[in-house]
């Protein structure tokens, strides 16, 4: 009898720098010690998975173009709390590399090197106006969220 692979799968809602600094620290760890990582963006998570790092008016319509701005990218991304007017993200970016811990982008290429699953949810991106070739190459599908329970079934989940 095998064993089966060991799951996490995570729901990537924030936007914010250090909740996604936190998905990504937990699936880059699971996935190193062989854990099969599924993360599921959505909402102001797709901001993770974006192609444009800054801030872009993508969308499909004039609505969703300026939430498109104001979500603004993997490189703009604020902080949940204490965020000074963006410089938040900056004074955790340098303490980050001051402590030789992993930036949010140096999470994000090793989850992709490690192989983590990455999911956008369809519905939010119907919702706010995004295509899949508005996300990186490495996202692997175009998920709803019934789809997305099949997946993760079997293992840990968590709402981020």
């Given at each position: 009898?095998?064993?089966?692979?060991k799951?996490?799968?995570?729901?990537?809602?924030s936007?914010?720098?250090?909740?996604?600094t936190?998905?990504?620290?937990?699936?880059?760890?699971?996935?190193s010690?062989?854990?099969?990582?599924?993360?599921?963006?959505?909402?102001?998570?797709?901001?993770?998975?974006?192609?444009?790092?800054g801030?872009?008016?993508?969308?499909?319509?004039?609505?969703?173009?300026?939430?498109?701005?104001?979500?603004?990218?993997?490189?703009?991304?604020?902080?949940?709390?204490?965020?000074?007017?963006?410089?938040?993200p900056?004074?955790?970016?340098?303490?980050?590399?001051?402590?030789?811990?992993?930036?949010?982008?140096e999470?994000?290429?090793?989850?992709?090197?490690?192989?983590?699953?990455?999911?956008?949810?369809?519905?939010?991106?119907?919702?706010?106006?995004?295509?899949?070739?508005?996300?990186?190459?490495?996202?692997?599908?175009?998920l709803?969220?019934?789809?997305?329970?099949?997946?993760?079934?079997?293992g840990?989940?968590?709402?981020?």
């Open positions: 009898m095998s064993e089966e692979k799951k996490l799968s995570l729901i990537a809602f936007g914010d720098f250090d909740k996604l936190a998905v990504f620290t937990l699936a880059t760890g699971a996935a010690v062989g854990y099969q990582v599924n993360i599921f963006f959505t909402f102001w998570g797709l901001d993770a998975i974006k192609q444009k790092k801030r872009s008016f993508i969308g499909g319509n004039f609505l969703t173009k300026i939430f498109g701005f104001m979500m603004g990218g993997l490189h703009v991304t604020p902080t949940s709390r204490f965020n000074f007017w963006g410089l938040g900056r004074i955790f970016r340098y303490l980050m590399r001051k402590n030789n811990v992993a930036t949010l982008e999470l994000v290429e090793a989850a992709v090197a490690l192989g983590v699953n990455l999911y956008a949810c369809e519905m939010a991106m119907h919702v706010l106006g995004l295509k899949q070739s508005d996300f990186i190459h490495e996202v692997k599908d175009t709803g969220v019934a789809t997305f329970l099949e997946i993760s079934e079997g840990r989940t968590m709402f981020i």
